[in-house]
C-alpha cells in the first residue's frame, strides 16, 4: 500500500531485488554497483517541511514537499523582481492544474493523490480547519514556541514528530507504525541529551519542558503515553535529531536540468548557460543560500547507511519531491559497506581534526574512515583559516548538504 512503500522498498531489497542486504547498522552490497547507477529510491516513513522555510513561502505540497511554484515563480521570488521571465517555460515541471487544497485547512498538495495519502495517513489528526490562523490553538502555539526556539538554517521540525504521533493515532495497526520507528538509530540518555542540547542551545532543559507540555496539549494519546513523559520525549526528539534526513526541492533547479539535457546549437547554449549563471549569483545576492523548498524525513535505508569522509554513495532528490535517491559515486564492489558522507565537500577537505570535531559535535562519534585511520598521525590542530571558518559552521553546510536536489 501506499503508506507502507518505504518500508516495501526495504522488504524487496532484503528479497534481493536490489540485491543489498543490512547488517547490523550498516548497508552492505551483495551483487557490484557501477559508478553512476541509482543503488536504491526510498520514500520516507514520515517526513515535514520546516517551519520556517514555509512561513517564508516556500510553497511546498505539504506531504511530498514537490515544489508548488513555477520555475518562474520560483525564480522571481527569488530574486525579488516579479519582471523575470525566463526562456524554455516549456521546461517547467509544475503541473498547477493538478494542485488540490484540503477543503477544511486549505492546506496546498500537488496532486489529488498527496492528499489523499495525508488524509490516510495524519492529516485527520492534524488538520486545523478554521482554526489554521487561531495562535491559541494548540498546534500553532507548538509550532510558534518551535520556532522561536530553532531559527534557521533549520535542521530539524517538531512536526515531524507531530506526524510520527498523528500516525499511529489514525492507524488499524499501531504496533506495524510503532515498529517502523524502533527502526531508527536509538542513544544513551547522556547521548541524547547532547543531540537535544545540539538542537535547542544553552537553556534545552527549559525549552524541552515547553515544548513537551505544548506537545502534550496538542498530540496526547494514552496508547502512546511513554512518549509524552520527559524521558520519552527526549528519546523522541533524539531520534528525530538524529535520524533526520534533509530534504531540498527546487522547480527552478528542476528547470535548469532540463534545460542543461536541450540539444542547442552552440550560441544558444551558450547564451543560455550565461543566463543561468547569471541568474544564480544574482539570486545567491538577493537570497544568500536559501534556495530550495527544504524539510526533513525519516528513512529506513538511508539511515542505515554509515558515514564516511571519502563516501562511496550520495543522496539527491532528483524527483523534486520526498523520493530520496542514492546514487553510486563509484563502483562499488559485493560485500563492500555503502557510505554516505555526513559533512559537505569543503569540510571533507578540512583536517581530519576539523571534521571529526564537526562529526561529534552534530552526530556523536568519531569517524574511522579509511581517510581518518591514514591521517590518525596528523597533527591535532586546526588551520588558522580553518578556525575562521569554523564560527560560521556548521548547521548551514551541514543542512546545504543534506538538502542537495
Request: proline share 3%; net charge negative.
Amino acid at each position: 500500500g501506499h503508506l507502507k512503500a518505504g518500508s516495501l522498498i526495504c522488504a524487496c531489497v532484503l528479497q534481493g531485488r536490489r540485491r543489498i542486504s543490512l547488517i547490523g547498522k550498516g548497508l552492505f552490497a551483495t551483487r557490484n554497483i557501477r559508478k553512476g547507477e541509482t543503488v536504491f529510491v526510498e520514500r520516507p516513513v514520515v517526513s515535514s517541511q520546516f517551519l520556517w522555510n514555509a512561513l517564508y513561502n516556500y510553497r511546498a505540497c505539504d506531504h511530498c514537499l514537490r515544489a508548488l511554484e513555477t520555475a518562474e515563480e520560483n525564480a522571481q521570488r527569488l530574486l525579488g523582481k516579479s519582471s523575470l521571465v525566463l526562456p524554455h517555460p516549456e521546461q517547467c515541471s509544475i503541473r498547477k492544474d493538478l494542485h488540490q487544497q484540503c477543503p477544511r485547512c486549505q492546506v496546498m498538495y500537488c496532486s489529488a493523490e498527496c492528499r489523499q495519502a495525508a488524509l490516510e495517513q495524519y492529516h485527520q489528526v492534524l488538520c486545523l480547519g478554521p482554526s489554521r490562523d487561531d495562535p491559541t490553538h494548540p498546534l500553532n502555539k507548538l509550532q510558534e514556541a518551535w520556532r522561536n526556539m530553532h531559527y534557521p538554517p533549520e535542521t530539524s521540525s517538531i512536526m515531524l514528530m507531530a506526524r510520527m504521533v498523528a500516525t499511529i493515532k489514525q492507524a488499524k495497526d499501531k504496533e506495524w507504525w510503532i515498529k517502523a520507528f524502533s527502526q531508527f538509530c536509538s542513544k544513551t540518555a547522556n547521548e541524547e541529551e547532547e543531540i537535544v542540547h545540539k538542537l535547542l542551545g544553552d537553556k534545552f532543559k527549559g525549552q524541552l519542558e515547553l515544548l513537551r507540555l505544548l506537545f502534550t496539549e496538542a498530540l496526547y494519546d494514552e496508547y502512546l503515553s511513554r512518549w509524552f513523559t520527559p524521558e520519552g520525549f527526549r528519546s523522541l526528539f533524539a531520534l528525530v535529531g538524529t535520524n533526520g534526513q534533509g530534504i531540498g526541492t527546487s522547480s527552478l533547479s528542476q528547470w535548469v536540468h532540463a534545460c542543461d539535457a536541450l540539444d542547442l546549437p552552440m550560441l544558444q547554449r551558450e547564451e543560455l548557460d550565461a543566463f543561468i549563471d547569471q541568474l544564480y549569483k544574482d539570486i545567491e545576492k538577493e537570497s544568500g543560500e536559501f534556495l530550495n523548498c527544504e524539510g526533513s524525513g525519516l528513512y529506513v535505508l538511508q539511515s542505515c547507511c554509515n558515514h564516511s569522509c571519502i563516501p562511496n554513495a550520495e543522496t539527491s532528490f532528483p524527483e523534486n519531491n520526498f523520493l530520496l535517491h542514492l546514487t553510486a559515486l563509484e563502483d562499488i564492489e559485493a560485500g563492500e559497506e555503502i557510505c554516505i558522507s555526513y559533512l559537505d565537500c569543503c569540510q571533507r577537505e578540512r583536517s581530519r581534526h576539523s571534521r571529526n570535531k564537526i562529526l561529534r559535535e552534530n552526530y556523536l562519534f568519531t569517524c574511522s574512515c579509511p581517510k581518518c585511520l591514514a591521517q590518525a598521525d596528523d597533527a591535532d590542530v586546526t588551520s588558522d583559516e580553518e578556525e575562521e571558518g569554523e564560527g560560521e559552521t556548521d548547521d548551514a553546510e551541514l543542512e546545504d548538504e543534506m538538502t542537495d536536489v
